[in-house]
């Protein structure tokens, strides 16, 4: 009885070589012979049939990995998986495999086991989007104002010139909140990347981004510390 796995999974990842190694193992001996294709910076795609050429090359800034498949085919053919790490907002890990039940059962606890162990401490931090967090906080702040400010004042007619200053400095509002959300999307991307390769040279990469990180959040939690404590005392 032959039976199949095609499905994503769209949270945040480090991968590391271990990780890769023990996913290259399952393949080789769930399925047959892997091979791991990577596309790097340099868009050149590097293919790679035994486990020592990969876990050699050096993964540099200028080369650095953006995308990482492992895949294997049984030699008649029954069997056959997939697995791809992008870094690609809508489709950043997809597992696709083909066998038998027990093959694919067992193959795809294997893969699951692996990839929970990739998930970062930051992974729901990902998600912010702060188009919807600044939208909310305009909501917020439009209801409290219709609530509490009472009833409009009496309108009154405005100039042709009026009218215009009003809409360049509407315009030029919006355009700003703009640049801030996106501003604010690619710093978040930054500093909680959806995807990181931690392998050779981007392992150093990743542990020097770690400390990055932490120190941005003990630096957030210092200023509201304070910010606080100020306000308590005043």
């Not at 080789?28 to 790097?40: E, H, M």
């Not at 009026?162 to 710093?187: D, M, R, S």
Request: aromatic letters at 14%; charged letters at 25%; hydrophobic letters at 40%.
């Amino acid at each position: 009885m032959s039976a199949n796995v095609r499905t994503e999974r769209n949270h945040a990842f480090v991968l590391k070589q271990e990780q890769v190694k023990r996913l290259w193992e399952s393949f080789q001996s769930r399925i047959g012979s892997p091979t791991i294709i990577i596309k790097c910076s340099d868009e050149v795609r590097r293919e790679y049939d035994n486990w020592k050429s990969f876990s050699n090359y050096e993964n540099p800034p200028n080369k650095s990995i953006k995308r990482l498949i492992i895949k294997a085919r049984s030699g008649d053919y029954s069997k056959r998986a997939e697995v791809e790490f992008s870094d690609s907002t809508y489709r950043v890990i997809d597992i696709d495999i083909d066998a038998s039940e027990t093959v694919v059962t067992n193959l795809y606890d294997d893969i699951s086991d692996i990839l929970d162990g990739t998930k970062p401490w930051y992974s729901r931090l990902t998600k912010i989007d702060f188009f919807y967090v600044i939208g909310f906080v305009f909501w917020a702040g439009y209801i409290f104002l219709t609530f509490y400010t009472g009833e409009p004042a009496e309108k009154t007619a405005v100039t042709v010139k009026q009218a215009f200053t009003a809409t360049i400095v509407v315009g030029l509002f919006f355009a700003g909140l703009a640049t801030l959300i996106w501003g604010l999307n690619k710093l978040r991307h930054r500093i909680f990347p959806l995807a990181y390769f931690a392998i050779g040279q981007g392992l150093q990469r990743y542990e020097l981004d770690e400390k990055i990180r932490w120190g941005v959040i003990i630096a957030f939690l210092i200023s509201i510390s304070s910010s606080t404590v100020f306000a308590l005392f005043q």
